[in-house]
C-alpha cells in the first residue's frame, strides 16, 4: 500500500494534510498522536471507507481513488481488513456467523466460509465462543471476533483503530498475538492507537500531529 499526499478537508480545516505513506508486507507500524489529530479519517482514506479532498492510494497496482465505487469496494472487500475501535458486530448474530460474513460477500461458499471462521475462533482462543452471540461475548471476546472478521479474506493489509484502548492486559496481548500472527505471514498492519504496549510491539512508529505525520 502507498499513500501520496493524502488530504480530507472539513470546510476550510483540513482534517488530513497531505499524509505519504508506504507499508511493506508484513511490517508491524504503530500511527500515534493526540485525539481529534486525524489519525481516524487517515485510517478510513487507507480503508477506503473514506474518499480523499486530494491524493492517490495505490493498493495491488491500483489507484484506488480512480476506481468505480463498485470496483473500489471489491478491492476493499478482497485485500484490506478493517477492525473499529467499536467493533461494529451484528449484535445478534453467532461470533462464528460476524466472522463468516465477509467471505460470504466476497462469494465463498457457506461451508468453507464456517469452515475458515471455525479455523480463525481456534487460531484466537475462542473456539468455545462460536455459537455464542456477539452481543453475549466480553469486550475482548468481542474485540477478537473483530479482528477474525477482519481476516478471514487474507487481506494484503490490515488497519486498526485503538484496537486495545478498552482491553484489560491479557485481552490486548491476545490481540497482538493475533496482529502478529498476520504479520508474519504477509500482511502489512497498521495501527492507531494511544496505547504504549502497541507502541511497543510495532516495529515502526509514526507520530501523527494536526493531521500530518511528522
Do not use: Y
Amino acid at each position: 500500500m502507498l499513500a501520496h499526499h493524502l488530504t480530507r478537508h472539513l470546510g476550510a480545516r483540513a482534517i488530513v494534510d497531505g499524509v505519504d505513506l508506504e507499508l511493506a508486507p508484513g511490517e508491524r507500524v504503530a500511527l500515534l498522536g493526540p485525539s481529534g489529530c486525524g489519525k481516524t479519517t487517515l485510517l478510513s482514506m487507507l480503508g477506503l471507507l473514506d474518499t480523499p479532498t486530494a491524493g492517490h492510494l495505490r493498493i495491488d497496482d491500483h489507484d484506488a481513488f480512480s476506481l468505480a465505487p463498485r470496483a473500489r469496494a471489491e478491492l476493499r472487500l478482497r485485500h484490506i481488513g478493517f477492525v473499529f475501535q467499536s467493533r461494529n458486530l451484528l449484535e445478534h448474530l453467532s461470533a462464528r456467523d460476524n466472522i463468516a460474513l465477509p467471505a460470504r460477500r466476497a462469494g465463498v461458499s457457506k461451508r468453507d466460509a464456517t469452515e475458515r471462521a471455525s479455523a480463525l475462533l481456534e487460531q484466537l482462543d475462542l473456539a468455545a465462543h462460536a455459537h455464542t452471540r456477539a452481543v453475549a461475548l466480553s469486550g475482548g471476546e468481542a474485540q477478537r471476533v473483530s479482528v477474525a472478521r477482519a481476516l478471514i479474506n487474507a487481506p494484503r493489509v490490515l488497519l486498526c483503530d485503538e484496537p486495545t484502548g478498552s482491553l484489560d492486559s491479557d485481552s490486548a496481548q491476545r490481540v497482538l498475538a493475533a496482529l502478529t500472527h498476520a504479520s508474519a505471514h504477509g500482511v502489512a498492519v497498521l495501527v492507531a492507537t494511544h496505547d504504549p504496549r502497541v507502541a511497543r510491539w510495532a516495529e515502526r512508529t509514526l507520530q501523527m500531529k494536526d493531521g500530518r505525520v511528522v
